[in-house]
């Protein structure tokens, strides 16, 4: 009766989570998704994909969480004040600083793995696209993870499509879209009071003291000695870290009740909303870290589109010697979940519950409407692909997939416009498709903040 009562109250304050690794929050492992696809409409074939890409699973940082975390656990053992379940952790503890902390902050195997699954799935999805010598864009933060994550994609591209010519560079001026805002500084503008007040909300259903009474053997020892608050979040962080790296064959989940790591999760889940969301506590600068990105997306998908449509101008046969321009089918850009969380956002995507733009103060059931595990587990993606018809006149259409699922979006057809120059509105698509210049008006207006 006990654990059916536990576990009752873990539905109710995580309400949609489905297991320990999801509540692992951004450290969520990129699960392979089962989603099936919306067929095109009659005629259409995509000719174009646009794509941001979260690098893959990595180990935690800073190496200094490692350092602490064994520390602790090192000097209680040497004062005899640890548990069998202390024990047990400061083992584990050791090997973490030995064997995860030098590798702080870098691409774990598994996150090889998820960026060449993407990139197998998205050939297998979209073989239009890389077909024969096709013209591949790929950029990357100059983040070392990101470097490697683009790497580790191309590579699997390359396997499965011998023949495509592929630009791939990493630079500090690609930082103006990639990632161009300082992380820390966000974080210091969104800790406005009215959130502050919000995080103690929800932090007051967060009690690490049941943990540590398991870890340690004293409570005096743990009152004296211990920061238990920031003990518990390092467990929490390292913890969920492991899941990127199934070469370790430990976990901490002896250390989690249900209940305990739901409510650690719940106020992880806000606190990324009060930073990157659309979050009315503050001035909303995170979604500013993402404009950059949509603009990017936009301009970028112009001039593919002017060069590759039915209606591009035709070259002139008279210059014979002019190599004729290459037509990108697809550029890929590398980079991080400080991005990724705005640009979901600024989106507006909808899928099921949940709702990416969604302004809402009520933090106590955000995660009802707002998961980030949903927005950025690992090697996260968000992916517009084009289609055109051969019909003279069909609009483009594009689709958006975040996470490789179609997403349902806020962007409505301009039927007055089709009446006028068609007189129907036979034209307008249904989700997931939308047509080009709809969608082109509509986040126009949002990359440019007007």
Same mark, same amino acid.
């Given at each position: 009766?006990?654990?059916?009562?536990?576990?009752?109250?873990?539905?109710?304050?995580?309400?949609?989570?489905?297991?320990? &690794? *999801?509540?692992?929050?951004? +450290?969520? #492992?990129?699960?392979?998704?089962? /989603? $099936?696809?919306?067929? =095109?409409?009659?005629?259409?074939?995509?000719?174009?994909?646009?794509?941001?890409?979260?690098?893959?699973s990595?180990? &935690? *940082?800073?190496?200094?969480? +490692?350092? #602490?975390?064994?520390?602790?656990? /090192? $000097?209680?053992?040497? =004062?005899?004040?640890?548990?069998?379940?202390?024990?047990?952790?400061?083992?584990?503890?050791?090997?973490?600083?030995?064997?995860?902390?030098p590798?702080?902050?870098?691409?774990?195997?598994?996150?090889? /793995?998820q960026?060449?699954?993407?990139?197998?799935r998205?050939?297998?999805?979209?073989?239009?696209?890389?077909?024969?010598?096709?013209?591949?864009?790929?950029?990357?933060?100059?983040?070392?993870?990101?470097?490697?994550?683009?790497? /580790?994609?191309?590579?699997e591209?390359r396997?499965?499509?011998?023949k495509?010519?592929i630009?791939?560079?990493?630079?500090?001026?690609?930082?103006?879209?990639?990632s161009?805002?300082?992380?820390?500084?966000?974080?210091?503008?969104?800790?406005?009071?009215?959130?502050?007040?919000?995080?103690?909300?929800?932090?007051?259903?967060?009690?690490?003291?049941?943990?540590?009474?398991?870890?340690?053997?004293?409570?005096?020892?743990?009152?004296?000695?211990?920061?238990?608050?920031?003990?518990?979040?390092?467990?929490?962080?390292?913890?969920?870290?492991?899941?990127?790296?199934?070469e370790?064959?430990?976990?901490?989940?002896?250390?989690?009740?249900?209940?305990?790591?739901?409510?650690?999760?719940?106020?992880?889940?806000?606190?990324?909303?009060?930073?990157?969301?659309?979050?009315?506590?503050?001035?909303?600068?995170?979604?500013?870290?993402?404009?950059?990105?949509?603009?990017?997306?936009?301009?970028?998908?112009?001039?593919?589109?002017?060069?590759?449509?039915?209606?591009?101008?035709k070259?002139?046969?008279?210059?014979?010697?002019?190599?004729?321009?290459?037509?990108?089918?697809?550029?890929?850009?590398?980079?991080?979940?400080?991005?990724?969380?705005?640009?979901?956002?600024?989106?507006?995507?909808?899928?099921?519950?949940?709702?990416?733009?969604?302004?809402?103060?009520?933090?106590?059931?955000?995660?009802?409407?707002?998961?980030?595990?949903?927005?950025?587990?690992?090697?996260?993606?968000?992916?517009?692909?084009?289609?055109?018809?051969?019909?003279?006149?069909?609009?483009?259409?594009?689709?958006?997939?975040?996470?490789?699922?179609?997403?349902?979006?806020p962007?409505?057809?301009?039927?007055?416009?089709?009446?006028?120059?068609?007189?129907?509105?036979?034209?307008?698509?249904?989700?997931?498709?939308?047509?080009?210049?709809?969608?082109?008006?509509?986040?126009?207006?949002?990359?440019?903040?007007?």
């Amino acid at each position: 009766m006990k654990k059916i009562l536990a576990l009752l109250l873990t539905m109710a304050i995580s309400g949609i989570a489905q297991d320990r &690794h *999801q509540m692992g929050s951004n +450290y969520y #492992a990129y699960p392979t998704p089962a /989603a $099936k696809y919306t067929k =095109a409409p009659a005629g259409y074939k995509p000719f174009y994909l646009t794509h941001y890409g979260r690098h893959g699973s990595r180990f &935690h *940082q800073p190496a200094d969480h +490692y350092h #602490a975390l064994y520390n602790t656990l /090192a $000097k209680a053992d040497s =004062a005899g004040k640890l548990t069998e379940l202390g024990k047990s952790l400061l083992e584990h503890a050791k090997y973490l600083d030995e064997y995860a902390a030098p590798r702080a902050g870098d691409l774990t195997q598994l996150g090889v /793995a998820q960026h060449q699954g993407i990139a197998k799935r998205m050939v297998k999805n979209f073989p239009e696209l890389f077909k024969n010598n096709a013209y591949i864009e790929a950029y990357a933060s100059t983040s070392t993870r990101c470097v490697v994550s683009m790497a /580790a994609f191309l590579e699997e591209l390359r396997a499965q499509k011998p023949k495509l010519d592929i630009h791939q560079e990493s630079g500090k001026y690609l930082m103006a879209f990639i990632s161009p805002l300082d992380f820390g500084k966000i974080i210091g503008e969104s800790n406005t009071p009215a959130w502050q007040k919000e995080n103690e909300k929800l932090y007051s259903h967060v009690n690490p003291a049941r943990m540590m009474n398991a870890i340690f053997n004293d409570s005096n020892y743990i009152q004296k000695n211990v920061d238990a608050g920031d003990l518990f979040s390092k467990i929490y962080e390292i913890g969920n870290s492991l899941q990127g790296s199934p070469e370790i064959e430990f976990s901490f989940d002896d250390l989690w009740t249900e209940e305990d790591l739901a409510a650690r999760w719940h106020a992880q889940n806000a606190w990324w909303y009060s930073v990157l969301g659309n979050n009315p506590f503050g001035k909303k600068e995170g979604l500013e870290n993402a404009r950059p990105l949509l603009k990017n997306f936009l301009d970028v998908a112009d001039k593919v589109i002017a060069a590759d449509t039915t209606a591009s101008a035709k070259v002139d046969k008279t210059a014979k010697s002019a190599k004729p321009a290459k037509k990108t089918t697809a550029t890929l850009r590398f980079g991080h979940d400080t991005v990724i969380f705005p640009f979901a956002v600024l989106l507006q995507l909808e899928n099921g519950t949940q709702n990416t733009g969604i302004e809402t103060a009520d933090m106590e059931n955000l995660h009802k409407v707002w998961r980030d595990y949903e927005i950025s587990p690992m090697a996260a993606n968000v992916q517009f692909v084009f289609y055109k018809s051969s019909k003279k006149g069909a609009p483009i259409l594009v689709k958006v997939m975040l996470n490789e699922v179609e997403q349902k979006l806020p962007v409505t057809c301009n039927t007055a416009a089709l009446r006028q120059n068609s007189g129907t509105v036979q034209n307008c698509p249904a989700a997931p498709y939308y047509r080009w210049e709809d969608f082109r008006d509509f986040y126009g207006k949002i990359a440019t903040n007007k």
